[in-house]
């Protein structure tokens, strides 16, 4: 009797001490109200759901890092709509931050050895070098180190937190495919939000963005369409990316439902992709189905594809066939090397040469134009319009630089594609693996074009999607120790019941 007491007093109490709390707060909120305005009462409305943001985040991690990879797709979306007060990088790398804070406090089901392999073996070399960079002193003015710092966080920084968060939290074979799922919804939604665009109009956040971007967007009355993207070129190459990786899924997996879902995924991004008006992203679906025939090992696989690469090389290259079609003419014209954007490219990346074969170790990261003075030698340099990842860090980081940068990236490809030709055995995650792989290459194709390569959401879903590649062979090991993929007798046994 006396415990059923207590354990009614402690109800009571905790209902008395919810009034209380309620009642404080509508206090605070009243006054807010009277003294700041509405945004004062915001402020206070708001403080229940970040108490529950935290919760849940200390008692389910997962709900972490769900959050992040929502807001890296929607990151720019938000922005654009005005709904994100603060930059936008910002937002992801606080996320990151409390993600990697949360997984030294709570070790449970991570696997810190899993970090070291070859993936973190690349971008280590390329962190050593972009640290490197601080004692650049091309520029010459006051408070480089403040500069530098501001651009080591997007052209290093993002991508070290990216790998070492999805390698932390994407442990099992069931968050491996819950993470393909997830990034199939939200292209999905993508190119639902491009036929929305074209159905009903833009919002009014993207008129705003369409009458900045109208020499890049709307060309000869073409309108490239950018969905909830940066712009079109980024959307257009990650739809690329995304095409070749969902086709490749789409032939591993097992379940006959997410067969027939991850089809369609792949063929309406492949729409989608047509909607931006890329160029770029007729050759990055080319070298993401490319770089599958090598990992696939079959011949089998390799001349169908190869055959239909082929037709669509030849289809765009050497036929007039649908040319009424403005978006079939916006892409055949990648393949015209009279093409004028393409020149004033080439005339751009002429100039440039002339005046870095100067500045072997560039200009320093985190620096623009706007930062010189008029009479530094390095301004001219920086107004010229990089059209490209690759040359923005050939730009900042100079010949040595850009050479690092490859040599790094080449290290994260090859460790991936060592796995998937002869370490991963499941066929799902070999699969899955192969796909994060080929959508790697195709992106930095992209990136080789147009100055997408680190721009949201592609850092966490290509070098995340690559670290897993990286990373396979342990987690596929550790899964079968849990009993959440068949050994190689239990395989051997199911084949020979078949």
């Known amino acids: 009797m006396e415990a059923l007491r207590l354990q009614d007093n402690g109800a009571a109490f905790g209902k008395g001490g919810r009034t209380i709390i309620l009642f404080l707060l509508f206090c605070i ?7 700041m305005g509405l945004p004062g009462l915001a402020v206070v409305c708001l403080l229940p759901v970040i108490g529950v943001f935290l919760y849940l985040c200390l008692q389910r991690k997962m709900f972490l890092f769900y959050v992040l990879l929502v807001a890296n797709y929607f990151v720019s979306f938000a922005s654009r709509s005005g709904f ?19 997984a ?32 650049n002193t091309q520029c010459g003015i006051p408070g480089l180190a403040g500069f530098w710092y501001t651009g080591v966080r997007l052209m290093t920084f ?11 939290y994407i442990t099992s074979p069931k968050m491996v495919k819950r993470f393909v799922f997830i990034w199939a919804i939200f292209s999905l939604f993508s190119a639902f939000w491009v036929w929305k665009q074209q159905t009903f109009g833009f ?3 993207e008129k705003r963005f369409l009458v900045k ?34 086709g490749i899924i789409s032939i591993y997996i097992k379940t006959r439902k997410l067969k027939i879902f991850y089809i369609v995924t792949c063929l309406l991004c492949c729409w989608a992709m047509f909607a931006t008006g890329t160029r770029t992203a007729i050759f990055c679906l080319i070298a993401g189905i490319g770089i599958y025939i090598f990992l696939s090992k079959s011949a089998k696989m390799a001349v169908p594809v190869g055959l239909l690469l082929l037709f669509i090389y030849i289809f765009l290259a050497f036929t007039k066939i649908a040319n009424g079609n403005a978006t079939v003419r916006r892409m055949r014209s990648a393949f015209n090397k009279e093409d004028a954007s393409l020149g004033v490219r080439e005339i751009n990346k002429n100039t440039l040469r002339k005046y870095m074969k100067d500045l072997p170790w560039g200009v320093g990261i985190g620096v623009e134009y706007t930062d010189l003075s008029t009479n530094n030698q390095n301004r001219y340099i920086l107004m010229i319009p990089p059209d490209s990842e690759y040359v923005y860090i050939w730009v900042r980081t100079g010949k040595i630089g850009l050479i690092v940068f490859i040599i790094s990236t080449l290290i994260m490809f090859c ?11 499941d066929p799902e995650m070999r699969g899955i693996s192969a796909a994060f792989t080929c959508a790697f290459v195709a992106i930095h194709l992209g990136g080789y074009a147009n100055q997408i390569l680190l721009q949201y959401p592609n850092v966490i879903i290509f070098y995340g999607g690559l670290a897993l590649a990286n990373v396979m062979p342990m987690l596929e090991r550790e899964a079968r120790k849990r009993g959440e993929l ?8 199911l084949i020979r019941e078949e």
């Open 203 to 205: 919002t009014e956040g």
């Open 29 to 35: 909120g009243l006054y807010n109200l009277t003294h």
């Open 415 to 425: 460790g991936a594609a060592y796995n998937v030709l002869f370490r991963i055995r």
């Open 213 to 246: 971007a109208a020499k890049t967007h709307i060309l000869n009355g073409l309108i490239r369409y950018f969905s909830v993207f940066t712009d079109a070129a980024n959307y257009g190459c990650h739809m690329a990316a995304a095409t070749a990786a969902f």
């Open 486 to 493: 068949p050994t190689e007798e239990e395989k051997y046994n």
């Open 84 to 102: 994100l007060p603060i930059p936008i990088s910002a937002v992801n790398e606080m996320l990151e931050v409390l993600l990697l804070i949360l």
């Open 158 to 168: 993002q991508i070290v937190y990216a790998t070492i968060v999805v390698t932390l």
């Open 104 to 135: 030294m406090i709570d070790t449970k089901d991570t696997y810190p050895s899993w970090l070291i392999n070859t993936m973190s073996l690349g971008v280590l070399v390329w962190v050593i070098f972009t640290c490197l960079e601080i004692f």
